[in-house]
């Protein structure tokens, strides 16, 4: 119950934000270029919102086929069926964002002098864009080869952009600009969208058997080597499933990609003069640019074995083990991301002995604080069922909440310590010096872990039976 | 091997398992029947130390199975599709039990060949996730798994059920087989009176939680049984 007020605040929280992003973005806009048109800057913005939307759809949005099949007994027309579908899907996150974003800024707008119906086919053709892209994700649900060339895409596009005259986001600003002048293009936009609808109803309809579009089986299995794990006895082979777990089930594949997404986290908090000058700003992203994967992965650790935890609990192996291979799994994810951020360097080596500060923390802190939150956070899990953005009640406890206070609040604290009485670098060579201690003691605090997760065996057991 | 004392389970003040003494020897085939709610998943849940006894205990060769986690090195056990792991081909699941056994990868392979007319060329070399496989070919991957490394005891809940008639009957000789090699103490519950009674040596009868017939089969206990359900 409290679990959900607090995601009601959140989502409030989230809204009243986006609304004030669309209500502020043109002021903000005029202010820091005036010398260039605030709409086409606007633009420019919206084409890579489209990218990030686009991308983000693929990892959260739930394939509407994998609900067609409890209806398909039912005496109800195919038709109905499918467009009933069709029409839910709509219910969904980013389709309320151009409600909430681009609509405040048409009226900042109308206010501004433009005239109401060119403000208005401007936010019509940019409704139909964020409709047309619901549906076209329908197609390429579950597709890799789709990942893959939308990353070649986009690396190409960018080297274009790079190298030549030619850009990709002006030229979408230009046809913008162009569509809201001529009101006869809302056509266009409608007519694809009514096109693309039509289509998501055949490939539907087509696939409405069990043995086609509905069925599971159709997965091939991803067989990567890990040789080089089977040379570490049953350490390597916990580890191996860990990571087949992660490339093989829909729900960790998210966690990859917000680990991806963390690592970028500093580009944002070293570059702006806002972040740059305050420390506790700065501990904070040397937390997550290394310790995205940790921390989101640690805090739900028994979850993810949810479904065969009854195996776990029957076989040959201890708690400790197998809180071990968890560590290590961490441990390796900092010290891949660690290595991935020395592109940090560029911005100096005083950016790059933040982020390693912080990477060494979360080896020995970090990562041991989560694996202890873990013991408490005892909601099954669907693994190959995507996580629907912001609705994800699983992941989300007061137990939780209240974890995140010495998760950030720690390093912040020892940081600032260090900093007041010693100052200069202190702070960062604070957290160093913590982080290997508790790498050195690591093998007492995961008996101690270990104990933990042991004592609640019997209510994890029976809250993941419930799964 | 395996000594229950005055062993109970509630479930929010409603008794579900009452059992005051039951030994099983080491080798015996114990078979468990009753019908839906008696108990006998719970027994089973206990003997494993997957639900915690509101009195009493379960003696695995001596260990106490709520004290200490030795009895894991000598029992397997097979009770529903949690003790699968869905996202990993029968080979790799296979191997990851048996490297917990300490049985090697090419020792799994040639220990598999004596399964292959069990698996029908269903299961194996599939290229196919386990949660990708029929019911019947999950819960095969699931019960050979309990025979790797030949562990003492071996606790099999329904294990006919899901099965078509060909394998429930190459199952049987499966088991028959390893009992011979092996000395394996079986624990077996279903609701299939003639594979039980073909298969166990001792027939136990729960009806809400009490042990209420112990039998040593023979001809007659198949009669007995029936008699039994038919009331």
Redesign the interface.
């Known amino acids: 119950m409290i679990a959900k007020i607090f995601i009601a605040l959140f989502g409030i929280y989230l809204f009243v934000n986006i609304m004030a992003l669309g209500v502020g973005a043109y002021y903000i806009v005029e202010k820091v270029f005036p010398d260039e048109p605030t709409i086409s800057l606007i633009n420019q913005g919206i084409f890579f919102a489209f990218l990030i939307e686009f991308i983000s759809r693929y990892f959260f949005q739930q394939s509407p086929s994998t609900q067609v099949q409890s209806w398909i007994l039912l005496p109800i027309k195919k038709r109905i069926i499918i467009n009933n579908l069709l029409l839910r899907s709509l219910i969904n996150l980013f389709n309320f964002t151009p409600w909430l974003l681009y609509f405040p800024i048409a009226v900042v707008r109308v206010i501004e002098g433009t005239p109401w119906i060119t403000a208005f086919i401007w936010f019509a053709h940019l409704l139909c864009i964020t409709l047309i892209l619901n549906y076209l994700i329908f197609f390429i649900n579950k597709s890799h080869r789709f990942l893959i060339s939308t990353f070649v895409l986009i690396s190409m596009g960018s080297g274009l952009e790079y190298y030549t005259d030619f850009s990709f986001y002006r030229n979408f600003a230009l046809g913008l600009e162009w569509l809201e002048q001529n009101p006869i293009s809302l056509l266009l936009s409608c007519g694809t969208l009514v096109l693309i609808y039509r289509l998501a109803y055949h490939y539907l309809k087509t696939r409405f058997y069990l043995d086609m579009g509905l069925a ?2 159709s ?3 991803l067989q990567l080597g890990f040789a080089f794990l089977g040379g570490y ?2 350490l390597g ?1 916990f580890l ?2 860990d990571l ?2 992660l490339l ?2 829909a729900r960790p594949r998210q966690i990859l990609l917000l680990t991806f997404f963390f690592l970028f986290y500093g580009l944002l908090f070293f570059t702006m003069d806002m972040y740059k000058t305050n420390a506790v700003m700065l501990v904070f992203a040397s937390m997550f640019i290394t310790g995205g994967f940790s921390l989101s992965y640690g805090q739900q650790v028994p979850s993810w074995d949810s ?5 776990l ?6 708690y400790r083990e197998y809180l071990e291979s968890k560590w290590w799994l961490m441990a390796s994810s900092v010290i891949i991301t660690l290595i991935l951020s020395s592109f940090y360097l560029i911005l100096g080596w005083k950016f790059f002995l933040i982020v390693t500060a912080g990477a060494i923390y979360n080896l020995g802190i970090g990562s041991f604080i989560n694996l202890y939150s873990g013991a408490f956070h005892r909601v099954p899990m669907k ?2 069922v995507k996580a629907k953005a912001f609705s994800n009640t699983q992941a989300f406890n007061v137990t939780q909440l209240l974890f995140t206070i010495p998760k950030l609040g720690l390093p912040v604290l020892v940081f600032l310590i260090a900093d007041f009485f010693i100052g200069g670098y202190a702070g960062w060579f604070a957290l160093i010096i913590i982080g290997s201690m508790g790498i050195i003691t690591k093998n007492l605090v995961l008996n101690h872990i270990a104990k933990i997760y042991s004592s609640g065996k ?1 209510k994890t ?2 809250a ?2 419930k ?1 | 091997m395996i000594l229950i004392e005055n062993l109970s389970k509630k479930y929010e003040d409603k008794e579900v398992l009452n059992i005051p003494k039951l030994s099983i020897k080491k080798g015996e085939k114990f078979g468990l029947v009753g019908n839906n709610g008696a108990g006998k998943t719970t027994l089973f849940n206990l003997i494993l130390d997957l639900v915690k006894p509101n009195s009493g205990q379960v003696l695995n060769n001596d260990i106490a199975v709520n004290k200490s986690e030795a009895w894991k090195k000598h029992t397997a056990a097979f009770i529903d599709e949690s003790f699968l792991i869905g996202y990993l081909t029968p080979e790799e699941y296979l191997y990851f039990v048996g490297q917990l056994r300490g049985v090697n990868e090419s020792q799994v392979d040639s220990w598999l060949e004596q399964f292959q007319v069990f698996f029908n060329d269903e299961v194996l070399g599939q290229k196919k996730y386990i949660r990708n496989l029929s019911k019947g070919n999950q819960k095969k991957v699931g019960l050979v798994s309990t025979f790797l490394g030949n562990p003492d005891c071996v606790v099999l809940d329904e294990p006919f059920a899901n099965l078509d008639p060909s394998s429930q009957i190459r199952l049987k000789d499966i088991i028959k087989k390893q009992i011979e090699n092996h000395n394996t103490t079986f624990l077996i519950s279903s609701h299939d009176l003639n594979h039980v009674t073909d298969v166990c040596e001792r027939i136990v009868l729960l009806e809400k939680g009490l042990p209420i017939k112990d039998l040593t089969t023979d001809s007659d206990t198949f009669g007995q049984l029936e008699a039994y359900f038919k009331a």
Do not use: D, P, W
């Open positions: 599971k089986n997965e091939k299995v006895g049953r082979a191996k499933n087949r777990l093989r089930n479904e065969y935890y009854g195996l609990m029957t076989q040959n192996l201890t693994l190959n019997y057991i029976e993941f039976s799964n």
